[in-house]
């Protein structure tokens, strides 16, 4: 099950810029490494960025993520068409002994 | 890296199925490894995790007492024995690579192209 909340969708024209939020709790996102995943439909998820903030070599720089208390946040800066995809939240939940992800958020260019 | 599952298909309720992940082009036995699954159409759902060792060993409450995660690591395979199978295990199951050799308060860094296991009667 889903632990950590996120908003169904976002949207923005090119160029914008768009925010997702990830609402979870002080077991997990309080106290533990946030994580994001970008996902197109039919294919695999892709690590998008690892330990709250930091991107894996290969992401460009106008994706950048933060974590304040026990919320997170994906930005995507310069919205392309091709940033459409599913994006989830995930983090280590202390309670559970278990990873948890966020519910998704799909991202729409228009 | 290369992460390649097996082993899923149409399956009964109750049944027992069990997966494989083929790992290659990077040193197996330095990472967990983990299980995660997408039922269509629906987010992501840990399913399980493994330390490079075997010592650590976690599971999703959704899970607990009906699978079972093990690993080769001579012959660089995960393993996912699933029992009692539901109807809503009914999902692609990714084998996923962690980032470091213990279980916990990280990331997925790797995901294979799953393995889509279907239980129906």
């Known amino acids: 099950q889903s632990v950590l909340a996120q908003p169904p969708s976002a949207s923005g024209t090119p160029g914008q810029r768009v925010t997702i939020s990830c609402s979870g709790s002080?077991?997990?996102?309080?106290?533990?490494?946030v994580s994001w995943y970008q996902q197109f439909p039919g294919t695999t998820p892709k690590l998008l960025t690892y330990?709250?903030?930091r991107r894996p070599s290969g992401v460009p720089d106008r994706i950048s993520a933060s974590k304040s208390g026990t919320s997170a946040s994906l930005a995507i800066s310069g919205l392309q068409s091709e940033d459409e995809a599913d994006y989830f939240c995930?983090?280590?939940?202390?309670?559970?002994?278990?990873?948890?992800f966020g519910t998704g958020t799909k991202v729409t260019v228009l | 890296v290369q992460l390649v599952e097996s082993g899923g298909g149409l399956i009964q309720p109750g049944r027992s199925l069990r997966l494989s992940c083929a790992a290659s082009?990077?040193?197996?036995?330095?990472?967990?490894m983990h299980w995660v699954r997408q039922a269509p159409g629906k987010g992501l759902e840990w399913v399980s995790s493994?330390?490079?060792?075997?010592?650590?060993?976690r599971y999703a409450e959704s899970v607990k007492g009906r699978f079972s995660i093990s690993r080769d690591n001579a012959k660089n395979l995960l393993y996912l024995q699933m029992n009692n199978l539901k109807a809503e295990d009914t999902a692609l199951y990714y084998c996923?690579?962690?980032?470091?050799?213990?279980?916990?308060?990280?990331?997925?860094?790797?995901w294979g192209q799953g393995t889509l296991v279907s239980v129906s009667s």
């Open positions: 996923v690579k962690g980032p470091y050799i213990n279980v916990g308060g990280n990331h997925f860094d790797y």
């Open positions: 082009r990077f040193t197996f036995d330095d990472y967990a």
């Open positions: 493994i330390s490079w060792n075997s010592n650590i060993i």
């Open positions: 002080s077991s997990n996102i309080g106290g533990n490494d």
């Open positions: 330990s709250d903030n």
């Open positions: 995930a983090a280590w939940d202390d309670s559970l002994s278990g990873y948890v």
